[in-house]
C-alpha cells in the first residue's frame, strides 16, 4: 500500500478525544420543538397568505420552502432508504475506525450516492437532467454566448429587466462567474442539462469531505470524525442536487479547507503551503462571481486563519482573491456594478410584493428545514458553549460564523424565499457543531436527518 500523501498525514486524527457530555437531551428536543413551531408558523401564515383574498402576495406554493405539495415515490426512493439506512447503522463507526484519508474517501462517496438518490425520487428528467435546463436556469443562455470575454463586457448592461436581451431570472441574479461554469462545460464537449447537473453534484459533494476536513486541519480530528456522518445525510443535499448553490457550497467549502490545509502546511514547514494557500485564494475569491452573497464567507475565511495562526497562508489567499477580481475587472466586469444592479433587477420582479414582514423570519424557518433538527439541537449545544473555550475551538467558532452570515443575508432582505438553497453555502459550516451532540444518541440524530431530507423530497415537488 502506497504511502498517504503529506497532506493527508496532516490531517490523520491522533488518539480520541474525550466524549461529549451526555446531558441536556431534554433542552434539545425543546429547541427541536421549536424550530417545528417556527416552520409550522410559517407554513400557516404562508398559506394564509396564499389565500385569493388575503391581498398579499408571497409566491410559493408550498411555505416555507419553494415547492409544490405532490405526494409521490420514484425510481430513487429505495436507494435513498438504504443510503439513509447503511449511513445510521454504519457511519459513525466507520467513521471512526476508518484510516483519515479512507474515511473522507467514503465520506465522499456515500454523500454522492445520497444527493444523487434524492434528486432521483423525482425521475431522471424532472429530478436530475431537466432541473437547469429551464428557461430561468443558465443553460438557457449558453447557446447564445459565442463570445466570452464579449459577454463579460456586456454582462451589466444585460442585468436589468424589461430591456431588449435582459439576461434570465438565474443569469441576472448572479455574477458572470456562475454562468462562466455552465459556459466552459459546454465548451469542453459536455452539453446539455444531464452533464451540468452531474457537475453540480460532483462538486456539491465535496461538502461532505471539505467540512470534517476543515475541522481536522484546525486541531479537532476526532469532531471531525464525528461529524463526517452527519455531513454527508444532512438534509440540504435535496437541494444540493441539483440546484447551482450546491456547487456554490461545494467550490467554497473546498476553498476553505485548502485555507486551513495552507495554514498547517506553513505550521509544520510543508511545500505544499503555498500552492494551497493559492488555490484557496483563488475558489474563495472565484466564489463572490459565483453569487454575489458569498461575500459573506469572509467571515468564516477570517475565523479559519485565526484559528490556523499563520498569516502567511491569509496572505496568499488574499493576494490570489485579488487577482481573481483584477481579472474579471480587466475582462470588463465589476463586482460592484453588478452587485447595485442586481439589487435593482431584485425589485423588479416578485420581491417587490413578498413582504420582507414575513420573509424575515419565514427565511429562517426554510434554512431550518435543510439544516434538520440534528443541527438545531447541536446549535442549541453551540450557543452554551463556554466562552473561555470559544476562541480555540473550531467547531463553535465556525458554527456561530456561519450563523452570522445567515444573520446578514437574513436582515438585507435580499433573500425574500429560497433560502432552503440560496444559504447552503453557510448552513454547511453550522454542520461542525453536530459534534457536540452526546455520541449516545447520534445515530438518532442522523435518523432524523435522513428522515427530513426523505419527508421532504416525497411529499414536496422542490424548485428553483
Do not use: C
Amino acid at each position: 500500500m502506497s504511502e498517504p500523501t503529506p497532506a493527508a498525514r496532516l490531517a490523520e486524527p491522533p488518539a480520541r478525544e474525550p466524549a461529549a457530555p451526555v446531558s441536556g437531551r431534554r433542552a434539545d428536543l425543546l429547541a427541536v420543538a421549536a424550530a417545528a413551531v417556527l416552520v409550522a408558523a410559517a407554513t400557516a401564515v404562508g398559506l394564509y397568505y396564499n389565500r385569493p383574498d388575503s391581498g398579499v402576495v408571497i409566491f410559493v406554493s408550498a411555505p416555507p420552502l419553494f415547492a409544490g405539495w405532490l405526494p409521490h415515490v420514484g425510481p430513487g426512493s429505495v436507494f435513498a432508504v438504504l443510503v439513509a439506512v447503511a449511513v445510521v447503522l454504519h457511519g459513525p463507526a466507520l467513521a471512526a475506525r476508518l484510516p483519515w484519508r479512507g474515511a473522507l474517501t467514503a465520506g465522499y462517496l456515500a454523500s454522492l450516492a445520497w444527493i444523487f438518490s434524492l434528486a432521483m425520487v423525482d425521475g431522471w428528467t424532472r429530478g436530475f437532467a431537466g432541473h437547469l435546463t429551464i428557461p430561468q436556469e443558465y443553460l438557457h443562455e449558453v447557446p447564445g454566448i459565442t463570445d466570452i470575454p464579449r459577454m463579460l463586457r456586456e454582462f451589466s448592461s444585460r442585468i436589468l429587466d424589461f430591456q431588449p436581451h435582459s439576461w434570465t431570472t438565474h443569469v441576472s441574479g448572479h455574477p458572470p462567474g456562475a454562468t462562466l461554469v455552465f459556459v466552459w462545460l459546454d465548451r469542453l464537449g459536455l452539453h446539455g442539462g444531464a452533464w451540468a447537473a452531474t457537475a453540480v453534484v460532483l462538486v456539491g459533494s465535496l461538502v461532505a469531505v471539505a467540512v470534517p476536513a476543515t475541522i481536522a486541519l484546525l486541531g479537532r480530528p476526532e469532531a471531525a470524525r464525528d461529524v463526517l456522518p452527519f455531513a454527508v445525510l444532512t438534509p440540504g443535499a435535496v437541494w444540493i442536487g441539483v440546484s447551482a448553490d450546491g456547487l456554490f457550497a461545494g467550490v467554497t467549502a473546498t476553498g476553505l479547507a485548502l485555507l486551513a490545509l495552507s495554514a498547517k502546511g506553513f505550521a509544520v514547514g510543508r511545500r505544499f503551503a503555498v500552492p494551497a494557500g493559492l488555490a484557496a485564494g483563488v475558489l474563495l475569491g472565484f466564489g463572490i462571481f459565483l453569487s454575489y452573497g458569498l461575500v459573506l464567507l469572509g467571515v468564516l475565511a477570517l475565523v479559519v486563519a485565526v484559528l490556523g495562526r499563520q498569516w502567511r497562508a491569509a496572505a496568499l489567499a488574499i493576494g490570489a482573491a485579488l487577482a481573481v477580481v483584477g481579472v474579471f475587472a480587466w475582462t470588463g466586469f465589476w463586482w460592484l456594478d453588478g452587485y447595485h444592479l442586481v439589487v435593482e433587477r431584485y425589485y423588479q420582479g416578485v420581491a417587490l410584493v413578498r413582504p420582507y414582514s414575513y420573509w424575515v423570519w419565514a427565511d429562517l424557518a426554510a434554512v431550518t428545514v435543510a439544516l434538520g433538527p440534528a443541527v438545531v439541537a447541536a446549535v442549541r449545544r453551540g450557543l452554551r458553549f463556554p466562552s473561555r473555550a470559544l476562541l480555540t475551538d473550531p467547531v463553535v467558532l465556525l458554527g456561530l460564523a456561519a450563523l452570522v452570515a445567515i444573520l446578514f443575508a437574513d436582515v438585507s432582505g435580499l433573500s425574500k424565499a429560497e433560502t432552503e438553497r440560496i444559504w447552503l453555502p453557510f448552513g454547511a459550516w453550522l454542520l461542525p457543531m453536530t459534534a457536540l451532540l452526546p455520541r449516545p444518541g447520534r445515530r438518532w440524530w442522523l435518523a432524523a436527518q435522513a428522515a427530513t431530507a426523505l419527508a421532504v423530497n416525497h411529499l414536496l415537488l422542490t424548485g428553483w
